[in-house]
Structures are given as C-alpha cells and as structure tokens.
C-alpha cells in the first residue's frame, strides 16, 4: 500500500531533550516535507527537500533541523524542543514533475513539550 | 509566510443542505488543491485543479479555479454526516519556490 509513515503518532518530552520524528515513505516520491498544524494557523511548512540531499527552509524552520540522506526517509530532529513546538506535525510527499500533484500526507505525530 | 484566507471558518449545517466554502489570495497561483482532514488523520486530496478557469467534480465535490487565479471554490452537494471534518485549500504559488501554500481550514459540522 502506497503510504507516508510517520513515527511516533504521539510523544511527550520534556524541555530540552533532543527527539526525532521519522518519516518514510514508499512511493518513489523526490519531494518531501514537513508540517506543523496548529489551532487557528491551519498548515505551516517547516522544512522542504527536492531530492536526496537537497533541503530547504519553509515558512517556519526555526528550532527543527532535517536531513535526507536516503529517497524514501525524511527525518524531523528536534536539537532542544521548547513547549512551543507542542504541536501536530506531519510528513508529506509528492512527484516532483514540473506540474506538482497533490501531496501524500502521513497520519501524524502529536508532540507535547513540557 | 504567505497565508491563503479561506472562508468561512466554520460551519454548521444539515444534513442534505449544500455546502460552499472559498480560498482567496492576493497572489497568482498555479494549482489549487482542496483536501480533507478526518479526526486523528492526516489531509487527504480532494480535488486538484491546474487551469484558470477549470471546473472539477469528485461524486458530491465540485471545486473551480478561479479565473483571476487568486481564488478557488468548493461545492458540496447534500451533505451526509461523513462530510464533517475540516477542508483545507492549498496553492502552488506561480513564484517558482515550489511551496505549497494552505488555507487556514474550514471546519464543518454536519447535523443530522
């Protein structure tokens, strides 16, 4: 089944304490990003990546780093979470062919920071 | 970052009633794409749209893009109790940043 798989669906930290959300998926997809969706804000893009090695900052990247070493995994690193990172994420792919189609969402990771 | 507004926030209807909801921006988009967000899930495609003007239809959805290129439009026809969830818009601005921009999400409540 062609899916976007996200671990954990759910974590609670603690200030300071460095995490990572994983992310992967087997569709063949270049194009992978990260989300966070809070109350109010809808949608906010963290980080983005075009292919293997090749990321780039989205509307709000600070705090959280990425890495994409392989085409299928896309992993979230929290370096020092803070609780206003507390927060519903999600991980999502696409092609990438000139004419993007609409993305695949993975199921999510709600992260509390307390 | 850049925002898409969308209306209306939230809404309340009953079953059978037709549902319409918009996106607006004060940019020029490329694509439009209309997803559904279930309780404890992720976004799931509706409806994708790539040319001014187009008009597409999923089973009860209807979604248009809007010929100025700065809005898009979502139908939905007599509304059924799995209809409830939140609709969010997302563009593809015609910048060439390759984001993908949302909507802040319509969240609707269907009473039966």
């Known amino acids: 089944e062609a899916q976007v798989t996200q671990n954990p669906r759910y974590l609670i930290t603690v200030t300071g304490k460095k995490l990572t959300v994983t992310c992967s998926q087997n569709?063949?997809?270049?194009?992978m990003s990260w989300y966070r969706q809070d109350p109010g804000l809808g949608l906010r893009q963290i980080y983005y990546?075009?292919?293997?090695?090749?990321?780039d900052k989205g509307d709000v990247p600070e705090g959280y780093k990425v890495s994409r070493k392989e085409k299928r995994n896309f992993p979230l690193i929290l370096e020092s979470p803070s609780p206003n990172q507390t927060s519903l994420y999600f991980c999502?792919?696409?092609?990438?062919?000139?004419?993007?189609?609409?993305?695949?969402f993975g199921s999510g990771t709600r992260l509390t920071v307390v | 970052g850049q925002q898409l507004n969308q209306s209306p926030q939230s809404m309340f209807i009953q079953e059978g009633e037709d549902v319409s909801m918009n996106c607006t921006s004060s940019?020029?988009?490329?694509?439009w794409l209309w997803y559904k967000q279930d309780p404890g899930e992720g976004p799931v495609l509706l409806i994708a749209?790539?040319?001014?003007?187009e008009l597409t239809s999923n089973g009860r959805l209807t979604a248009q893009f809007g010929i100025t290129r700065k809005d898009s439009f979502l139908n939905i026809s007599a509304s059924i109790p799995s209809d409830v969830g939140i609709y969010f818009c997302?563009?593809?601005?015609?910048?060439?940043?390759?984001?993908?921009?949302f909507g802040t999400g319509t969240r609707l409540k269907v009473l039966a």
């Open positions: 999502a792919s696409t092609f990438f062919s000139g004419s993007f189609d609409g993305y695949t």
């Open positions: 569709m063949n997809h270049e194009y």
């Open positions: 990546s075009m292919n293997v090695e090749v990321t």
């Open positions: 940019s020029i988009f490329n694509t």
């Open positions: 749209l790539y040319k001014a003007g």
């Open positions: 997302a563009g593809l601005s015609a910048s060439g940043t390759y984001k993908y921009i």
